[in-house]
């Protein structure tokens, strides 16, 4: 069960209270640059992205931003700034969904009551992010270092300043590329503040790197009950950093979109069929699949790993000689001949009833 924490409106989507946890992304096109923003955007959200957040540099990527806004992106816009005040209240005047600041770099404190005050007028959250490589000089010289404790201090630091402008709407990011040092900073902000937090291992690496020190960080907080929406971040296409963060989501029986939570035996010398070959080609038609509600789908090796093993699965396959076993909670359906066997698990999965 995760920890509440104060409900907040990000566009149409919430974040906290009740609200399913929400992956997201951030466009790495040029933000000048509308056609090429606009279309990696419709990728993510194609791809199942619930926010995008985009570098807001200059005036040039507040116009786009504002078409974006205009377009048909449904996705909540998240306007990611750095330095300057005005260019935050522009993002929101262009119809941010929310603005990225950290408050320790965006200015003084009259600059950062500008930006609460316009975000108060706008209905528009504010994310504090905090990551160790920009931490605040004064929190290297009191921690030494980027440490847990000194990405907490300055997190919540930055919402004490927010609040002292009677300004509430806001989400927490504290992100380290060091797995732990992340893990530990969110359990800290967690305990001492109510906002909802976004979770993320920053710089995290290349796409089977990142994405393994993700899955441990994010996933590590999700089994804590804390976090409310994640970004895996990945150097690689931004639609795999989404894919991956549903599949975090999937492998926690997390994510309110799948439809199929699949299970698969590592094979062994009882395997008989191409168990590999087998869930590769089901897992390309997973998005073709429209079960009456989320199922568990076993493709295993053998009779042993089958109706035994995946008992609890609502139908699987078990592999044989040329041929598999269907089963549904254990129970032998009937055989399927080896080139039959993705397309009648298919039909299956379609036809499916309780």
Do not use: W
């Not at 404790?149 to 992100?175: C, G, M, Q």
């Not at 920053?202 to 020190?213: N, Q």
């Amino acid at each position: 069960m995760h920890t509440k924490r104060k409900l907040i409106r990000v566009g149409a989507l919430a974040l906290g209270g009740d609200a399913p946890i929400t992956v997201q992304s951030m466009t790495n096109t040029p933000s000048d640059n509308y056609e090429a923003t606009y279309r990696q955007m419709k990728a993510l959200e194609a791809a199942g992205c619930d926010i995008i957040r985009m570098a807001v540099p200059d005036e040039k990527a507040v116009e786009v931003l504002y078409r974006l806004k205009c377009s048909d992106i449904t996705m909540p816009i998240v306007a990611d700034i750095h330095f300057n005040a005005s260019l935050a209240i522009r993002a929101m005047e262009a119809g941010a969904d929310k603005v990225r600041i950290n408050p320790g770099n965006i200015g003084d404190s009259e600059r950062v009551k500008a930006v609460a005050r316009a975000a108060t007028a706008h209905g528009v959250p504010i994310r504090v992010g905090v990551n160790s490589g920009s931490l605040e000089k004064k929190q290297l010289a009191a921690f030494g270092a980027p440490t847990a404790e000194a990405l907490a201090a300055s997190a919540l630091e930055n919402v004490r300043l927010l609040e002292r402008f009677d300004f509430d709407n806001i989400v927490v990011a504290i992100k380290s590329s060091d797995v732990k040092r992340m893990v530990d900073a969110n359990r800290l902000v967690a305990a001492a503040c109510p906002y909802p937090l976004h979770l993320g291992v920053t710089e995290a690496g290349s796409e089977l790197l990142g994405t393994v020190k993700s899955a441990v960080g994010i996933g590590s907080l999700l089994l804590d009950g804390i976090g409310n929406t994640i970004r895996v971040s990945l150097t690689a296409d931004p639609v795999r950093e989404v894919e991956k963060g549903r599949a975090i989501l999937a492998a926690l029986s997390l994510d309110q979109k799948a439809k199929i939570q699949l299970v698969s035996c590592p094979t062994c010398g009882r395997t008989k069929i191409d168990l590999v070959a087998l869930v590769e080609a089901f897992e390309k038609r997973i998005d073709t699949l429209h079960p009456p509600r989320l199922l568990k789908v076993a493709i295993m090796g053998c009779a042993v790993n089958g109706p035994g093993e995946a008992r609890d699965a609502d139908l699987g396959i078990a592999g044989g000689v040329g041929e598999a076993l269907l089963f549904s909670h254990g129970e032998i359906i009937r055989k399927i001949p080896e080139a039959r066997i993705v397309d009648e698990l298919c039909e299956a999965i379609n036809s499916y009833q309780d």
